[in-house]
């Protein structure tokens, strides 16, 4: 081989080797982000709803997708700082839970598609244009708890027999927590109850909050929140002390004592938002997805809570509800 064949031969095996190293390097793929407003042990089962989806989705965690979960705790300062780091790791989706971290998400970014999951009215609080056709970077499920409060309140008159004195618990920081007070307030005035109102901004707030109902309120509605959701436990522990029977918005606040739930099935919702990623994750842009709005709803019950109040539920009350917990 001569000189000039030697060289023309190197060159091309230069050209070649980038090309070949190309070939071999796996294929990068995409990053779920998902934003929890409150802790991981308190979403704990939905999430496993959401991942186990995806699976049957074929979108599998470390083979195919890569997920991040990032917990605020219910601290709502964290949120900005939570979404800057999705955006500097270039993550293809973000999935968020509530109408507070949900709005925070959508004002940090207007390109990455977001993925929301039980957010109160979606269009009034301004994440997208419409129902129907959503606009902008977000879509996903609506929980409707605002639509359900006269629906609660009849309920609990059926477990609080002589129901005169309603307290609200709520977190005021929360859009959707101040449309569904003013939706319960509607509905108590229709039924003729006094409504006395708790606000709180902070977990340290809470336990105080509620002393001040001590002889003022025969039940508690808790409105649906990130941050009282984290402190569900220690919600009803301090409701049972002053006997209040406790009303929600879903299932795993009664597991923690509450007395009863009525509302959408959280389970269900994070499975759908599964697949709202995945559609995402195809090449479909969040504009053109439609809003979904729960199509399950559940009564629960929590029995140990109602004897500890001394509560006698009739048989066909019980009878009614989609789950009575022991």
Do not use: C
Not at 33 to 40: N, V
Not at 165 to 182: H, K, Q, T, Y
Not at 233 to 250: E, K, Y
Not at 313 to 325: G, M
């Amino acid at each position: 081989m001569t000189r000039r064949e030697l060289i023309t031969s190197l060159a091309g095996m230069a050209v070649a080797w980038p090309v070949v190293g190309r070939t071999q390097q796996p294929e990068k793929v995409p990053t779920i982000g998902f934003l929890g407003a409150g802790t991981a042990s308190a979403y704990k089962e939905w999430v496993a709803g959401f991942v186990q989806r995806l699976r049957e989705l074929n979108r599998v965690d470390g083979r195919n997708v890569a997920m991040e979960f990032r917990w605020a705790d219910g601290r709502t300062e964290r949120y900005p700082e939570i979404v800057e780091e999705f955006v500097r790791i270039n993550v293809g989706v973000i999935v968020v839970v509530g109408t507070p971290a949900t709005l925070a998400v959508k004002r940090a970014t207007s390109q990455v598609p977001i993925i929301f999951v039980a957010v109160s009215d979606p269009v009034g609080t301004g994440l997208v244009a419409g129902l129907g056709h959503p606009g902008g970077n977000a879509t996903g499920l609506a929980n409707q708890q605002s639509d359900l409060a006269g629906k609660r309140l009849q309920l609990l008159q059926e477990f609080v027999p002589g129901l005169r004195r309603l307290a609200i618990l709520a977190n005021v920081d929360n859009p959707a927590s101040i449309l569904e007070i003013g939706d319960v307030q509607i509905a108590a005035r229709t039924l003729g109850l006094d409504v006395a109102l708790v606000e709180v901004r902070r977990a340290e707030q809470i336990a105080p909050g509620i002393e001040t109902l001590r002889g003022r309120a025969d039940a508690l509605y808790v409105a649906s929140d990130p941050l009282l959701n984290s402190d569900r436990v220690r919600i009803n522990t301090l409701a049972l002390d002053l006997q209040l029977p406790t009303l929600h918005g879903f299932r795993e606040y009664v597991e923690a004592a509450g007395l009863v739930s009525y509302g959408p099935n959280f389970l269900d919702l994070f499975r759908r938002a599964a697949e709202y990623v995945d559609k995402v994750l195809r090449g479909a842009k969040p504009s053109d997805l439609p809003v979904e709005q729960p199509t399950k709803f559940d009564l629960v019950i929590k029995m140990k809570t109602a004897k500890a109040l001394g509560l006698i539920l009739p048989p066909t009350l019980l009878a009614r509800a989609d789950e009575v917990i022991e």
